[in-house]
């Protein structure tokens, strides 16, 4: 009996970001300096196994055929508690952090790219990104490196 298979191949780049800024602020600075049209998802990503929903702008390249986002890789939440001990019952309030990646847990966002883009645009684009000031460092990525490389596929 012959068997069929059929693989899906989600074809994307990966850009990793180290900075203090905001997601706002940071999609402002990468549309000023790379030229593009950032703009935020009304969703975010939310997942059931995860606590916290992570950021995504969104950039689509109708010249190039390229799809970008810029995903957050951190939440900072805020868990209140009911403390019952003794006669009196006090609220705990304490604030949690869930990374998209754990694995990655000192990136704070990931630029994917969708589409056919040469080795020289995508090292470009790392070049263009490294040149923002409020950026400390950014640097290509291997997905497929990735333990939770399903959570970048949306």
């Known amino acids: 009996m012959q068997v069929h298979s059929l693989e899906l191949y989600n074809e994307y780049k990966l850009i990793g970001i180290h900075t203090s800024v905001e997601d706002y602020k940071l999609a402002f600075l990468i549309n000023q300096k790379l ?20 950021s995504v702008f969104e950039f689509i390249d109708d010249k190039n055929q390229l799809i970008s986002h810029l995903i957050s890789n951190k939440y900072i939440g805020s868990v209140s508690k009911i403390s019952e001990t003794n006669l009196f019952s006090e609220e705990i309030s304490y604030s949690t952090m869930s990374y998209l990646i754990p694995e990655k847990k000192k990136v704070d966002f ?6 056919e883009i040469s080795d020289l645009e995508f090292n470009k684009t790392i070049d263009q990104l490294n040149r923002i000031d409020q950026i400390i460092t950014t640097y290509n990525m291997n997905p497929t490196q990735l333990k939770s490389k399903d959570f970048l596929i949306f």
């Not at 990931?110 to 589409?115: D, M, R, Y």
Request: hydrophobic share 25%; charged share 30%; no cysteine.
């Open 110 to 115: 990931f630029l994917k790219i969708e589409g």
């Open 35 to 54: 030229n593009t049209g950032f703009s935020k998802n009304k969703e975010y990503l939310d997942f059931n196994k995860k606590s916290g929903s992570f």
